[in-house]
């Protein structure tokens, strides 16, 4: 008999060890699985943006720092915002430059660069896509530059524009990638988005339609993507596309806000119409509704939901093939006051 009882307390311990259960306490979730726990804080540390762009070869340096585009040589130095560029017409045309000077002198932009959206260099040449906002801090242009790092007296030379906006935020992002030899740029023209080439062997700009209106995007890699979108007769898109083929994969398309967990395979989205909120696993296609609005991260193969985006109020550990519950939590008004 006391043998059997041993027995069964050491059963029903194992049981309770590889009891699966999830938690969340002081800007942590705790997932527990087979007798491990691991934790998962609730934001991540962003990370630390770039405040220069730089380049060198030899003694020549071309650099994007907050005096705006150096170059230097030795001890001669040169720096500017490139005032000149904004009304230029070999960029912008007759139209463009008098409604720049309209909206310079109300106040409205400046002619200085603002930021830099992105830089690249191809062989001797460096490239930076300069841009320049308005008195709301919005992009209204950007221009491509170079500076060659093998002449005597290095200059900086406009090249040109791509066919439309970046989606470049940052006073230093990285938004100008390299394509088969071309400089190429996820851009946006109105309702429509693309990608847009410059090739330095000829000279020649080009833009390659792609979607409609581009809400997000994440480059997996050199030529593929993950993107939402605003179709042309409104419904919201999230997809996969080649940037190289311009072939893209429909994942998940509707009148919910779109938004994918992040950028791992498979590929899972949350759909949210404002009461309710769909989870899409876009590999199985499997799908479940949960009646709140919610946000998600991935816990190894698990996926953690939660509503209450800062405090959680409710938390789900789900397998995402068929999006079944494995755990759940609830604040109670103790863990609320704890958590706060």
Known sequence: MIFATLILGIALQAKAADKTSVQYYQGQFSVSELGQTTRFPLTEDAPSLPKVA?????????????????????????SSRLPDIALSPKVFSREEITRTVRRIRNGECLKTAAALSGAKRIGKDAFFLLRWEDAKSEP??????????SEENPQTHLVGRFGGLSMARHAVDDKL?????????????????????FDPSTKEFQTQPIGGQLSWLSLLNTTQALFTETSAYGTNIAGRVDLETGTRKVLYEGREHLQFVDTAAPELILADSGTKTKVVNAKTGSIRIFPSNLHAKRSDQRVIL????????????EDPVEWTTLATWRASTANKAMNR
Do not use: C, M, Y
């Not at 950007?142 to 500076?147: D, G, K, Q, S, Y």
């Open 54 to 78: 730089a380049f060198r070869r030899n003694d020549i340096f071309a650099v994007w720092d907050e005096r705006g585009l150096t170059v230097r040589n030795g001890e001669k130095a040169v």
């Open 140 to 149: 209204w242009a950007e221009v491509l530059v170079r500076v060659d790092l």
């Open 177 to 197: 990638q390299l394509l088969h030899g071309k400089l190429a740029v996820i851009e946006r023209s109105g309702a429509t988005w693309g990608l847009s080439t």
């Open 306 to 317: 939660w509503t209450g985006a800062d405090e959680p109020t409710a938390v789900w550990l």
